[in-house]
């Protein structure tokens, strides 16, 4: 069973909505959980905003659990933090595809944040996002689901966003 550290508001569960957080964080954790995401969950439970946050480290190849899909589906928007090793995990690739599918069935807003990522690498495909597609291509994952993970990545770089760059003093 997944584990999630989340926030929910008093009032969250007794609303007749579908909706019980406003935000369900998405990232790659060995790259910026104990860092960036960490502080990123903290104000937003600060500032009084409902938040799922991912406590599980995932083995190589897993798939998405169905606690997953029913977080993203009850959450009224989604940050999905982009690092340069996100590309590299499958599941994070998973995870988008559902995150964009859930913003094109519902009023489900996507904001994504690019940590330390040049976006245009996100958008074209180069860099270490497109040395990581070379890896799942020699993987031999399914060349369906790779065009699907390319055309998401491309879609969620089109989106307006933030682009934070890792500096020094944190």
């Not at 994504?112 to 074209?124: A, E, G, L, Q």
Request: glycine share 4%; hydrophobic share 35%.
């Amino acid at each position: 069973m997944a584990r999630f550290r989340e926030h929910e508001a008093s009032s969250s569960r007794s609303s007749p909505s579908r909706c019980c957080y406003h935000v369900f964080l998405s990232f790659r954790g060995e790259d910026t959980r104990r860092a960036f995401t960490d502080h990123l969950y903290t104000a937003f439970v600060e500032k009084g905003f409902p938040t799922l946050l991912d406590e599980e480290e995932l083995e190589r190849g897993e798939d998405i659990k169905p606690e997953f899909v029913n977080a993203i589906q009850q959450s009224r928007s989604s940050v999905i933090v982009f690092s340069k090793d996100c590309p590299s995990s499958r599941w994070c690739l998973d995870e988008l595809v559902l995150i964009l599918k859930q913003k094109r069935i519902s009023d489900h807003v996507v904001l994504p944040v690019f940590y330390n990522i040049d976006p245009s690498h996100v958008r074209h495909q180069t860099g270490s996002v497109g040395e990581a597609f070379a890896r799942h291509e020699e993987n031999q994952q399914s060349p369906n689901k790779v065009k699907q993970w390319r055309a998401a990545l491309r879609e969620v770089a089109d989106l307006a966003g933030m682009v934070l760059q890792n500096q020094a003093n944190g």
